[in-house]
C-alpha cells in the first residue's frame, strides 16, 4: 500500500538557519508532491507544488527538492524567522484517477529567537 | 475573497445524537472532501465528491454520512454510529489537479 513518512519528532532550530523537513515515500510513484503549512486549529495552506520530472522549486526563502530515486523530498526553510513555526504537511498524488492525496502526518518545526 | 467556510468552529455531540457539520466554499471548485485529523495522526479522507449529486467513501466512512446538493456546499453528518467522533474535522476543495484549499476546521467533543 502507499506510504508515506514525514519525520514525528519536532525540528528545533535557532533563527536565522535553514530549516530542513524530510518526506519519504514507499511502493509508489507519485506523479507530483506538495507542502503546506498547518497551525494549530486552522487548515492547512499550501505552499509549493513539485512534479516528478522537476529537481527543485523554489518560492521566496523556500525549496523544495524531489528525488525519484530516492523516494524522497525535502523542504528547506532558509533564513528562518519564529513566524514559521509551524507544522508543515506534506501529500502526494499519483496520475490518472481521482484526485485524492496522500497525506503525510505532518512535522512541526518550532524556530527559536 | 473566495474561500471555503468551516462551521461552526466548535461542536459537542451528546451521546445518541447525529451532528451536521457545514462546509460552504466560493472558489467554484468541483471537488470537495472532507478530512479527519487525530493529534500525532495525518489527514483521513472520510467522504469525496467530485460533482454535485454524488460522492464516493473514503478510508474511514463509517458512522459517517454527506449530501452534495449544490456545488457550493457539502456538508457532513457524524451519526451516532461513530463512536469515536472526537477530532478536528476539515472539509477542502479543488479543481482537476490543482492544490487543496482547506476550511479552518470544526473540532467535534463529546459531551
Known amino acids: 500500500s502507499q506510504k508515506i513518512e514525514q519525520n514525528s519528532e519536532a525540528l528545533n532550530i535557532q533563527e536565522g538557519k535553514t530549516a530542513t523537513l524530510t518526506c519519504n515515500y514507499t511502493n509508489y510513484s507519485p506523479a507530483y508532491l506538495q507542502w503546506y503549512r498547518q497551525d494549530p486549529g486552522r487548515g492547512p495552506v499550501f505552499l509549493l507544488l513539485?512534479?516528478?520530472?522537476?529537481k527543485e522549486k523554489r518560492k521566496e526563502r523556500l525549496k523544495v527538492t524531489f528525488d525519484t530515486t530516492l523516494k524522497q523530498s525535502l523542504f528547506h526553510i532558509t533564513a528562518s524567522q519564529p513566524a514559521d513555526s509551524a507544522t508543515y504537511l506534506c501529500?502526494?498524488?499519483?496520475?490518472?484517477?481521482?484526485?485524492?492525496?496522500?497525506f503525510g502526518r505532518g512535522t512541526s518545526l518550532i524556530v527559536h529567537p | 475573497d473566495g474561500g471555503i467556510t468551516q462551521s461552526p468552529k466548535y461542536l459537542f455531540r451528546k451521546e445518541g445524537q447525529n451532528v451536521t457539520l457545514s462546509c460552504e466554499q466560493n472558489?467554484?471548485?468541483?471537488?470537495m472532501y472532507w478530512y479527519r485529523q487525530d493529534p500525532g495522526q495525518g489527514l483521513r479522507l472520510i467522504y469525496y465528491?467530485?460533482?454535485?449529486?454524488?460522492?464516493q467513501k473514503g478510508d474511514i466512512a463509517e458512522g459517517y454520512s454527506v449530501s452534495r446538493e449544490k456545488k457550493e456546499s457539502f456538508p457532513l453528518t457524524v451519526t451516532s454510529a461513530q463512536k469515536n467522533p472526537t477530532a478536528f474535522y476539515l472539509c477542502?476543495?479543488?479543481?482537476?489537479?490543482?492544490?487543496?484549499?482547506f476550511g479552518d476546521g470544526t473540532r467535534l467533543s463529546i459531551l
Open positions: 513539485i512534479r516528478e520530472n522537476e
Open positions: 501529500a502526494t498524488h499519483v496520475s490518472g484517477g481521482s484526485y485524492i492525496p496522500t
Open positions: 472558489l467554484n471548485h468541483d471537488a
Open positions: 465528491s467530485q460533482i454535485v449529486n454524488d460522492f
Open positions: 477542502a476543495s479543488t479543481t482537476a489537479t490543482a492544490p487543496q484549499h
